[in-house]
């Protein structure tokens, strides 16, 4: 069974448009995190959440917001899309923080045009 | 801060030998996580090794840390052509428990 799950698989916007990416996780873990990655930069942090109602800054929030609603739940908004977050986007849930390993999901190939 | 970074952008094997990936990394550490991305997939974390170990094994795979010198590997041997992919060293943040820094990765192609 997946253990963190994420939808849609594959999105296509236009620029200026409103995107939700979740990700739900069936871990019991407290931590979640949201990534991108693009070639030549690897993965970068966008937003985390060590709990429901938690939210933290990662390294590249610009242009993001996101929402832990549950335990199980994370999600990735885009409410005004650009052509520079046309990225390959990856959520993850750890027990215990930096030091644990991370669990990630199947990730969401995003496209703005 | 870039903490943990991966000293090739690709290597290419061919199936049934050996190979190392190697890694540096900038600050005292607590542990270190190496992990694979296939193509398609998300990443799959192979092996964590603490400062306080040398050396840990999974089947095939093997990892080293050396703190003198800020680096670790991974070593694979009896490669085969799935063990195609992209590897990852990846270290807590130095000033952020809560996060984890990866590196840029090395992509690695085992050819038949």
């Known amino acids: 069974e997946a253990a963190v799950t994420q939808s849609p698989r594959n999105k296509v916007t236009v620029t200026g448009g409103n995107v939700t990416l979740s990700c739900r996780q069936t871990?019991?873990?407290?931590?979640m995190y949201w990534y991108r990655q693009d070639t030549g930069h690897g993965l970068r942090l966008i937003h985390y959440?060590?709990?429901?109602?938690?939210?933290q800054i990662g390294d590249v929030p610009d242009g993001y917001k996101a929402t832990r609603t549950t335990q199980e739940d994370f999600f990735l908004l885009l409410e005004l899309a650009s052509p520079s977050q046309t990225s390959l986007y990856f959520c993850?849930?750890?027990?215990?923080?930096?030091?644990?390993?991370?669990?990630f999901g199947p990730g969401t190939r995003l496209t703005v045009l | 801060s870039q903490l943990a970074e991966e000293n090739s952008w690709a290597l290419s094997v061919h199936e049934g030998e050996s190979v190392t990936v190697n890694c540096s990394y900038k600050t005292s550490i607590t542990a270190l996580q190496w992990y694979r991305q296939k193509s398609g997939k998300g990443p799959a974390q192979l092996i964590l090794i603490r400062s306080n170990e040398r050396e840990k094994r999974n089947g095939r795979l093997r990892a080293t840390l050396d703190t003198s010198s800020q680096s670790s590997s991974l070593s694979i041997t009896a490669t085969r052509c799935e063990d195609t992919a992209v590897y990852f060293c990846a270290t807590p943040d130095d000033t952020n428990a809560y996060k984890v820094i990866f590196g840029k990765g090395t992509h690695l192609h085992v050819l038949p």
């Open positions: 993850a849930s750890s027990d215990a923080g930096g030091e644990e390993e991370q669990y």
């Open positions: 871990n019991s873990h407290n931590y």
């Open positions: 959440s060590y709990g429901a109602g938690n939210l």
